[in-house]
């Protein structure tokens, strides 16, 4: 059982200051995704949990001890790295035991933990091979076996699946959904480029940009309530759309009208004195769905549309400079491609920013 | 003339000739004897094309043929026969081989020989792996590296010379000139004498028995588990090199005992050089210090070649430093660490420059190269002087042939 806290915790490389002010309490037996655009600094954060990258700034608590200064090895963590990191002259066997091996457990011991952390990923067959005999997906597997074998409090995962192919990465992952499963109290970070894996695997997903962080949610929560812009157009795919427009009426619903022509009704609440107020309405592409009323929220040219199968992906006219309105329909709808259509959408599925913070959470 | 425009002419000819050379003579074979027309252009062209790689090789051929191929076996054919006084020659068979090896002489430059072999090539990895490491590390690593590859620069004479003058002696009234004297000096049989010159060495002769018990157990340790697939040469070399394992800590440890009973001539000036098997290491030193940079160079481009992220692995799994200078980078390197060791070897069987300059083979310091050069040069018998030569093939080809086998498997 180990939780995490960290209190304004900063990185600076010399005078770059990479992150900054970085809060957060990871209760126990949670699973905590990172996400962020490249460059944000998730790696750093994890490295910095691992103790490979010194802290230059705040606290990091480990079950409560100030671990700041206490090396990797005993801070009770275990790191998979995105490119295995596999130790190339060992065999699979001697990989999974080697931190065993320095931490001086009995013979008996090491084997019992590694034939189970073994079995648990089906390494069984190639125990006595070398990294460099096994497919991408083996070496990854050895790499998580390297990891529980130590039966560490905290797994620290830094794009584990980024180097497999579409098929074995959702294998993988839902392997590692059914690893956390099957150890309910260990805590886990994970950071990942990947919406979807995000999605499915997070208790809480922690998006970082700017080198702070953006919002910390439950994946449905970021979905639909997102505390600002970026978040909002990071979080599902393809992005939220923007509306630039003007409150009209104020309550317990708002109205705003549109630069393009239309309306907009929200269910986010307004404040009386609102009115003239600038925002951005912000409407996710499968939000919207085609109208034939006078009271539309978007009309435009179908430019260009993609049939998924399950969904059609609408790209709207758009002029030079401008960001193409999308909108997602389930069902094939192809012949809508140069067609002017209408949108609308559901107020409780339109959110509202001013100055790029939702008005959902303004106090 | 003068002769640098007689250098200057023969560098215009040489390299004139070469080019003229090719491309005179694939002109010839792509015009003249096999010309790319007429009805059989097509099959002309594949003759050509086949012929063309040994028409370029054929002068590296012909001169490595003509300085390399044919000495081999024209030393051969002298060691098995003699001079005749008066000129001529007559064929004696082994009888050379048979004078050499009764010759007190050859058996110490054989001796001294497998001394260096082990010593030098030992010491100038262990040394280069070292200073690799450790200049990785520090902000001036570079001039440190700079500095420790700079004698590789200096000739094998131009370093025993420099050495010649560190060991220099004179008469004990007179200022030492010699580095090693003046501090030898220092030492008049107190406290710290005793931890420089008792308790260092004999550690460093631990540390060296240590490590080779080490790797003796790195070799040995295969044959006790059981199931692995092994050649049947494999269990006799193992055993080999167990046997030498032992019998070199053997000398070691004795070395360590005789190091605290000798007495130690205290305030005297030393010719160094002159002390019977203690000179040999005085001049392996010469060539140590040349060999580590060599060895630190590969051995730091091997290990920037380590992947950071098992170095980062191993400390997440709680390895320290040792463990995973030992553990992690010195087995990933390996390879590389054997072709630096076997180049070393082989430069070591040569080895003769620093001995022919340094003590010339007197006082116990003979090795096989100068002995033939001795004999050959010296004593004008090129029967006994050929087939040492034959024995420092002998020996040099094995160890050639590995670490060829070895650099090539590296490039794979
Ligand atoms: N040694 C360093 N010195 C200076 N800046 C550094 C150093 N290491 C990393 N950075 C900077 O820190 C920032 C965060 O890097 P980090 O690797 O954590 O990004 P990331 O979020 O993991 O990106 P990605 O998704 O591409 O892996 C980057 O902008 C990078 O340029
Ligand atoms: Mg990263």
Redesign the interface.
């Known amino acids: 059982m180990a939780g995490l806290k960290l209190t304004d915790v900063a990185k600076a490389y010399g005078e770059v200051k990479v992150l900054s002010n970085i809060n957060l309490d990871i209760s126990p037996g949670e699973l905590i995704v990172f996400v962020g655009p490249s460059g944000c600094g998730k790696s750093t954060l994890l490295r910095m949990i691992?103790?490979?990258e010194k802290i230059t700034g705040g606290t990091l608590e480990i079950d409560g001890v100030r671990v700041n200064d206490v090396?990797?090895?005993?801070r009770g963590?275990?790191?998979v790295?995105q490119?295995y990191?596999?130790?190339?002259?060992?065999t699979v066997r001697d990989n999974m035991s080697?931190?065993l091996r320095?931490?001086g457990k009995s013979q008996a011991e090491i084997d019992a933990a590694v034939e189970k952390a073994a079995r648990a990923l089906q390494l069984g067959p190639y125990l006595d091979r070398l990294p460099k005999a096994l497919s991408g997906g083996q070496r990854q597997r050895v790499a998580i076996g390297?990891a529980i074998v130590?039966d560490p409090k905290v797994y620290l995962f830094d794009e584990p699946l980024s180097n497999l192919d579409a098929a074995l990465r959702v294998a993988t992952r839902i392997e590692i959904a059914q690893l956390k499963e099957a150890m309910p109290d260990r805590t886990m970070i994970y950071v990942t480029h990947d919406q979807v894996e995000a999605m499915t695997l997070a208790s809480r997903i922690v998006v970082l940009a700017g080198g702070g962080i953006s919002q910390v949610g439950t994946p449905l929560e970021l979905y639909e309530r997102p505390e600002n812009e970026f978040v909002a157009q990071f979080i599902g795919s393809p992005a939220m759309n923007l509306f630039k427009g003007e409150i009209t009426g104020t309550g317990t619903a708002t109205a705003v009208r549109l630069a393009g022509g239309g309306t907009a009704v929200s269910a986010v609440p307004t404040r009386d004195g609102e009115q003239g107020l600038r925002v951005n309405v912000g409407v996710r592409p499968e939000d919207l769905v085609p109208t034939d009323d006078a009271a539309f929220l978007y009309q435009g040219t179908v430019d260009y549309t993609e049939a998924l199968g399950e969904v059609t992906i609408l790209y709207f006219h758009a002029e030079p400079g401008e960001t193409a309105v999308i909108a997602k329909l389930p069902g094939i709808h192809a012949d809508l491609r140069g067609r002017n259509v209408r949108l609308k959408a559901d107020p409780r599925k339109v959110h509202l920013f001013s100055n790029g913070k939702s008005l959902l959470y303004r106090k | 003339m003068n002769p640098a425009l007689q250098g200057l002419i023969t560098i215009v000819v040489g390299v004139g000739g070469c080019v003229a050379y090719y491309y005179f003579s694939n002109q010839l074979l792509d015009k003249v004897l096999f010309p790319a027309r007429g009805p059989e252009a097509g099959r002309n062209i594949n003759r050509a094309n086949m012929i063309r790689p040994w028409l370029f090789l054929f002068p590296a051929l012909f001169a490595l043929g003509l300085y390399l191929a044919y000495p081999v076996f024209e030393t051969l054919r002298l060691s098995l026969t003699q001079r005749l006084p008066g000129g001529g020659s007559e064929w004696v068979g082994l009888q050379n081989y048979r004078n050499m090896l009764g010759e007190p002489k050859f058996w110490e430059a054989l001796r001294n020989n497998m001394l260096w072999l082990i010593v030098v090539p030992a010491a100038s990895t262990a040394f280069g792996l070292l200073a690799a490491q450790l200049t990785d590390r520090i902000r001036w690593g570079n001039i440190a590296k700079s500095l420790i590859f700079m004698p590789m620069a200096i000739s094998f004479v131009g370093a025993s010379v420099i050495f010649k003058l560190i060991y220099d002696t004179r008469a004990a009234d007179q200022p030492q000139i010699g580095v090693l004297n003046a501090l030898w000096l220092q030492f008049e049989g107190g406290f710290w004498s005793l931890v420089f010159l008792k308790i260092v060495p004999a550690l460093i002769l631990l540390a060296f028995a240590a490590i080779v018990a080490w790797v003796a157990w790195i070799f040995v340790r295969p044959m006790f588990k059981t199931g692995e697939p092994t050649g049947f040469w494999t269990v006799p070399l193992r055993l080999f090199v167990a046997g030498a394992a032992i019998y070199l800590i053997f000398l070691s440890l004795r070395s360590i005992v005789n190091i605290f009973g000798a007495e130690l001539p205290y305030g005297q000036p030393q010719t160094w050089l002159t002390i019977p098997f203690w000179n040999n290491f005085f001049l392996m030193v010469v060539l140590i210090w040349i060999q580590t940079g060599f060895a630190m160079v590969i051995l730091s481009a091997a290990l920037r070649g380590v992947p950071e992220d098992t170095v980062e692995a191993a400390i997440v799994d709680g390895a320290n430093p040792f463990q995973i200078f030992f553990r992690i980078k010195v087995p990933q390197i390996m390879p590389t660490i054997v072709v630096v060791w076997t180049t070393i070897t082989i430069v070591v069987l040569k080895v003769f420059d620093i001995v022919f300059a340094m003590t010339n083979g007197q006082w116990e310091t003979q090795v096989l190269a100068n002995y033939m050069y001795d004999k050959l040069f010296r004593a004008n018998d090129w029967g006994i002087g050929s087939a040492a030569a034959m024995v420092i093939m002998l020996l040099v080809t094995p160890i050639l042939v590995w670490n060829v086998w070895n650099a090539r498997r590296e490039l794979r």
């Open positions: 691992a103790g490979l090396p990797p090895a005993q963590i275990a790191m790295f490119s990191a596999l130790y190339p002259h060992m080697f931190a320095l931490a390297r130590r």
